[in-house]
């Protein structure tokens, strides 16, 4: 069978990656396809300076513009790696509109406008493949698209950004603070100058919006999500949260309830018993709840050149062996047609019983206002929690109510943040049940 041949646009990390996997594999993946893939161009800023990886030929096309690659009728697929949603649009845009197939690592740009692209590329006849833009390493796309179409999800819960759970987990496991975790990572690189597409919790809602419109069929995007980042958590708080038997992690939420759909990205309280509990350090997961089939758990890397590499690899396969066997059946990365069962719904309606944490000037009576305003709320008080504190000026104590609605429990915490020995307006955290 004839050979399929690739332009990879952007060769930073992942395009790097891609490369050095795409000439390290060429037999194997000949084998494994039938043909063979190869890399007809490749495009950067910095191309000159590029060492291509040997075995992937000499007559590859280097350039500095994206339109030739774009235009260059030898290209079947090309793969936009560059990210953002600016140049990285034009670049798909003008990948369909010369009739090639797209493969794409761009969480932002697909959690954006995925699915008015996806409609584009198919009245063009091309395909659109983006595993690796969410959680690198794990083939979840794969898992929802076929693995478990079948079943009808009812809940998904993801740790999807990797450097907010290596900072939570090294605060876990160090007792140190945000801020110091947040400056060594970001001395070790593992976390940028700007970090608050990672630790506000943006990055990671990108991810659910693609990974809930997946799961559930919907045209899902970033804004139906209520987003909270991790900069309020202290060390305190994972002391307290194990008194209480859990942990806290950034928990990325799609849940199917009576009233609708409710999706969240936000720090929340996990029983240390779940899975979910044990992913540590830079790792993802997404654990994922079906009507029929149960629970099923993915775990693995989210990023990274070899990782993400793989997915862009498998994802190019599977393009090419569509490409090559003529088939005109793709099964959409945003599922079906749109149902109208899953409608996002705001996070107010959700019930949880929620960990608040105060840090307060301590003085006689504290505890006797916050439960009045809990009570006036119809909040039941499950438990009330102090460690030892040396200082009586920015003592921390937690109180855990029954579950209730996330909007009781928003209008509590604006009233108690009017309180004059209130250091700090007080931390809600919800407390996750298992799936
Ligand atoms: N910045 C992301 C993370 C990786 O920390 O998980 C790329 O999606």
């Known amino acids: 069978m004839k050979d399929v041949y690739i332009g990879i646009i952007g060769l ?25 893939l190869k890399v007809a161009a490749v495009c ?51 990948a369909i509109a010369h009739g090639k197939s797209i493969v794409t690592a761009n969480k932002e740009l697909m959690a954006l406008a995925g699915a008015e692209i996806w409609d584009t590329a198919i009245k063009a006849n091309i395909n659109l493949a983006m595993e690796a833009s969410v959680a690198g390493g794990i083939p979840i796309h794969a898992v929802l698209r076929e693995g478990i179409s079948g079943d009808r999800v009812v809940a998904l819960a993801g740790i999807l950004n990797g450097t907010s759970n290596y900072i939570l987990t090294e605060m876990e496991r160090r007792g140190e603070s945000f801020d110091k975790i947040l400056a060594e990572a970001q001395a070790l690189g593992y976390a940028e100058a700007n970090p608050g597409a990672d630790v506000d919790g943006f990055d990671a809602r990108s ?24 900069r309020r958590i202290t060390a305190q708080d994972f002391d307290y949260a194990h008194q209480l038997g859990h ?45 029929f089939g149960g629970d099923t758990f993915y775990y693995g890397r989210g990023a990274g050149a070899n990782p993400t590499g793989v997915a862009v690899v498998s994802d190019l396969m599977r393009v090419a062996r569509e490409i090559r066997s003529g088939s005109p059946e793709r099964v959409s990365p945003f599922a079906h047609e749109r149902l109208g069962e899953y409608k996002p719904v705001p996070v107010t309606l959700q019930h949880r019983a929620y960990y608040l ?79």
């Open 12 to 36: 930073g990390n992942v395009g790097s990656g891609t490369l050095a996997i795409l000439a390290a594999n060429a037999d194997q993946i000949a084998l494994k396809l039938g043909f063979r």
């Open 44 to 94: 950067s800023r910095s191309v000159a300076s590029v060492t291509l990886p040997p075995g992937l030929g000499d007559d590859v096309v280097r350039t500095t513009d994206w339109r030739d690659v774009v235009s260059n009728p030898k290209v079947d697929i090309v793969a936009e790696l560059v990210g953002g949603t600016g140049t990285a649009r034009e670049m798909i845009d003008g």
């Open 207 to 230: 991810k659910l919006a693609i990974l809930a419109a997946l799961a559930f069929g919907e045209r899902i995007t970033p804004s139906d999500i209520f987003v909270e980042g991790i």
């Open 247 to 291: 942990t806290i992690r950034l928990v990325c939420g799609a849940r199917q309830t009576e009233q609708g759909l409710i999706l969240s990205v936000r720090p929340a309280l996990i029983p240390q018993t779940t899975i979910l509990a044990s992913v540590k350090g830079a790792y993802n997961a997404v654990w994922v709840k079906g009507q």
């Open 357 to 435: 944490r105060f840090l307060v000037n301590d003085r006689p009576g504290i505890i006797a206002e916050l439960a009045g305003i809990l009570a006036a709320k119809q909040i039941g008080l499950e438990a009330v929690l102090q460690l030892p504190c040396e200082t009586k000026h920015d003592l921390p104590f937690v109180i855990t109510v029954e579950p209730t609605s996330e909007l009781a429990v928003q209008e509590a915490v604006a009233e108690m943040s009017k309180l004059d020995f209130l250091r700090e307006p007080p931390l809600a955290l919800p407390m996750e049940p298992p799936l």
